[in-house]
């Protein structure tokens, strides 16, 4: 099988192209130029595409950077700050890939021929009766389906992830026996175009004018506080938020940018049992859901699964939790798992 | 563990204008320099004396083919520092509190990346960014427009920066006209050309006579890479960028490159020698592989008219095919060609020469550089035709 393999300069897809190579594949290695700012993470420094350059030629593959960062902009970046702008909570790693590597990068590789496009991320893809399945990685501490839990049928028949089944150890040892120089490097933190010295406050800070903004108690209406930018603050969001007169701390339930209002609540108040999706925004493994159907909902790329019942029948789209949870911050995917499979991707959604 | 990239099936270069291979009369001048006769220029006893005359040889003789005088040949570390050395040098050694330095819009960065810093751009050096940076335009074939330099003129004009053929898509640029006009409205200021994609095609001596400063590299023409000289014109103002023992006339500190120097001088030789016949029989065969190109794949337009460019230049946009792409399905079937320009990741960047000519976004996109040399064949065309026919052609299915 020919695959253009999609290297950060980490070492998932390092070891995801030696795996490649190691199984006998036509491999060649691709790092995508996603940003020209500054930036000291993810995939997008000269730092990087180096370590993927230099992995490339220990396997003894061709390897070519694409310059994606016009694209990167448009769909990623832009949309970011503009969510950001009306007080929503993006999640760019997924937009990213769903519109720039699991998108344009696939259908470059298919363009030029490529049977498969590999990535690096812990999940799975499963062929089963002519039907794949997206499945949790093997590893449940670095398990990254939830950011390609936008993929369908299409995208999986091309894509092939062959480190979602080993744990991030057997990954690092992997490369370490390679002598790989990625082997050792940490784990990428963090939105990739934002440079840990800038923070999100700097980099937004330039394409924005943040505003400070109240606090007000949802129940009471009363002002407990105030924040110096409400386009920074989160739905969910504890710190900065003080504690209600009974000492229980406070969470963000609302952030009304145009009234320059943030509204919070204890964790009673707060919590809730339905959230509404955007409905362009579901996506969906292999068919969607039923109304009323059960699923188990991942709410972020590492909280717990909490079961919860599919509602579709309407305009409206929403899942109602089974049990009362934190706020969810629109904006944020909820990816949809199988209530029987509870490894197995079934869709997901964008909260409203 | 390193396995080595050579290819399985044939190979077929077309990047000349990247670099070539050592010829292999520089490999036998330069060998006894990396064993026997290793001393240091610098020094006062035989080993060190006879570095130093190789070292006056090989000045000498590259002095004369360039025209230039031995006392100008200041030998660098490459094209880059030849550049830098110029806008930075001339920069240091002028009076002025705010000087202008003039570029055309199509320089290679080792040329506007300098003369951005020395006026306070990216990269800037506190005390050397005081200048005022103007930048020639271009017309649409990509040759400066001389009106368009004259109204950047002035007296306070400190240098002129004009290469004598372009990188990218291979434009001979008017030098002599440029110079012409040069004199007339800013007397005061040093013309600098670099002459690095010239070199191997045109009689460099004559080409940049009018210049005050002269950038060559070595590797270009077959000699080593990391050698390169900066002709400076007696009487041009120039302040080192590099002190220490004050070698080069305190031009150029440190240990001369005498194999580097030697190299040089035998390539330069050797180009010389051949130029005329090998720039006939590379502009032949580039034709035959540009009109191939353009009567066989529709939508393919030459990005600089035929008569304006080097022998060896093919630049080709292919309309509605990205570049990346189609570089990595040439590199697959043996064809090493280029885009022409390469940022520090090596990812092809927009092309500012392609800007300057008006050709932007999708269209500077589809671009593919294919620049021919010394060891180009009939072969190497026809793997070319082959392989971008059906590279092009899947692309686009």
């Keep these: 099988m020919r695959v253009l393999v999609a290297m950060s300069g980490g070492v998932d897809s390092s070891v995801a192209a030696a795996l490649l190579v190691e199984a006998g594949h036509d491999v060649i290695g691709a790092t995508l130029k996603l940003w020209g700012g500054p930036s000291d993470s993810g995939c997008c420094s000269v730092a990087d595409v180096d370590d993927a350059?230099?992995?490339?030629?220990?396997?003894g593959i061709a390897h070519h950077v694409f310059d994606l960062s016009e694209e990167f902009e448009a769909a990623v970046v832009t949309p970011y700050v503009a969510a950001h702008a009306a007080a929503r909570t993006p999640n760019p790693c997924i937009e990213c890939n769903r519109h720039i590597k699991f998108d344009r990068l696939l259908a470059r590789a298919r363009r030029m021929g490529f049977d498969a496009l590999a990535t690096g991320h812990h999940a799975r893809v499963e062929r089963h009766a002519g039907r794949f399945r997206l499945l949790r990685g093997v590893d449940a501490a670095k398990d990254q389906s939830y950011v390609l839990s936008m993929l369908g049928q299409d995208q999986l028949s091309s894509v092939v992830l062959p480190v979602g089944a080993l744990t991030k150890d057997e990954v690092r040892a992997h490369a370490a026996g390679l002598g790989l120089r990625t082997a050792g490097k940490p784990d990428s933190q963090d939105v990739c175009f934002i440079a840990s010295t800038d923070g999100r406050r700097g980099f937004l800070g330039r394409r924005l004018s943040l505003r400070p903004g109240r606090v007000v108690d949802a129940l009471s209406g009363a002002e407990v506080g105030a924040v110096d930018a409400v386009e920074l603050v989160t739905v969910g969001q504890r710190r900065?938020?003080?504690?209600?007169?009974?000492?229980?701390?406070?969470?963000?339930?609302?952030?009304d940018p145009a009234a320059r209002r943030?509204?919070?609540?204890?964790a009673a108040a707060a919590s809730i049992g339905r959230v509404a999706l955007v409905p362009d925004s579901l996506a969906w493994v292999d068919g969607p859901l039923g109304h009323g159907a059960r699923a188990v909902a991942q709410v972020s790329a590492h909280g717990r699964p909490a079961a919860c019942i599919f509602e579709g029948d309407g305009t409206q789209p929403a899942i109602v939790f089974g049990a009362a949870q934190r706020p969810v911050a629109p904006g944020q995917t909820i990816a949809l798992y199988a209530l029987d499979d509870p490894a197995a991707v079934v869709g997901s959604g964008i909260a409203a | 563990m390193s396995p080595t990239a050579a290819p399985a099936g044939p190979l077929a270069y077309f990047d000349h204008a990247a670099t070539v291979p050592l010829r292999p009369e520089v490999a036998l001048a330069m060998a006894p320099f990396a064993a026997d006769r290793f001393g240091n220029a610098s020094g006062s006893h035989r080993l060190a004396r006879d570095a130093r005359a190789a070292l006056e040889d090989a000045r000498e003789e590259i002095a004369s083919l360039l025209g230039a005088r031995p006392a100008e040949v200041v030998f660098t570390g490459g094209g880059t520092e030849s550049d830098n050395l110029a806008v930075f040098g001339v920069l240091a050694a002028c009076e002025r509190q705010r000087p202008a330095i003039v570029c055309s819009a199509i320089e290679h960065a080792a040329v506007l990346a300098p003369a951005r810093a020395a006026a306070g751009g990216a990269g800037r050096v506190r005390g050397l960014d005081r200048a005022e940076l103007r930048v020639a335009a271009v017309d649409r074939t990509g040759v400066i427009d001389l009106g368009a330099l004259e109204e950047c003129l002035g007296d306070d004009v400190a240098l002129v920066s004009v290469m004598l053929?372009?990188?990218?898509?291979?434009?001979?640029q008017p030098l002599a006209e440029a110079a012409a006009v040069v004199?007339?409205?800013?007397?005061?200021?040093?013309?600098h050309t670099d002459a690095v994609q010239a070199a191997p095609f045109l009689d460099v001596a004559r080409a940049a006579a009018a210049a005050d400063l002269v950038t060559l590299s070595a590797h270009k023409l077959g000699g080593p890479k990391g050698t390169g000289v900066l002709v400076v014109r007696e009487g041009t103002p120039l302040r080192p960028l590099v002190f220490g023992g004050g070698q080069e006339r305190e031009r150029r500190s440190g240990t001369h490159d005498v194999a580097g120097a030697v190299g040089m001088a035998a390539a330069l030789r050797e180009s010389v020698a051949h130029r005329q016949e090998e720039g006939a029989r590379v502009a032949a065969l580039r034709d035959r592989l540009a009109d191939g190109l353009l009567s066989s794949i529709p939508g393919t337009v030459e990005s600089a008219p035929r008569e304006l460019v080097l022998p060896g230049h093919a630049h080709l946009r292919f309309a509605g095919v990205e570049q990346e792409e189609l570089l990595v399905l040439l590199d697959e079937a043996g064809v090493c060609a280029s885009a022409g320009s390469a940022c520090a990741s090596g990812a092809i960047e927009p092309s500012h020469v392609l800007l300057a000519m008006g050709v932007g976004g999708r269209d500077a996109r589809s671009a593919v550089r294919?620049?021919?040399?010394?060891?180009?064949?009939?072969?190497?065309?026809q793997l070319a035709l082959t392989a971008t026919r059906a590279a092009v052609e899947r692309l686009r299915h």
């Design chain 1, 53 to 59: 350059r230099r992995v490339a030629q220990q396997l």
């Design chain 1, 240 to 255: 900065g938020m003080g504690h209600d007169p009974a000492g229980a701390r406070r969470y963000v339930v609302a952030v």
């Design chain 1, 262 to 266: 943030v509204l919070v609540a204890g």
């Design chain 2, 165 to 172: 053929a372009n990188n990218e898509v291979g434009t001979v």
């Design chain 2, 183 to 191: 004199r007339r409205r800013a007397p005061g200021a040093a013309l």
């Design chain 2, 370 to 381: 294919f620049t021919l040399g010394a060891t180009s064949s009939e072969l190497d065309v």
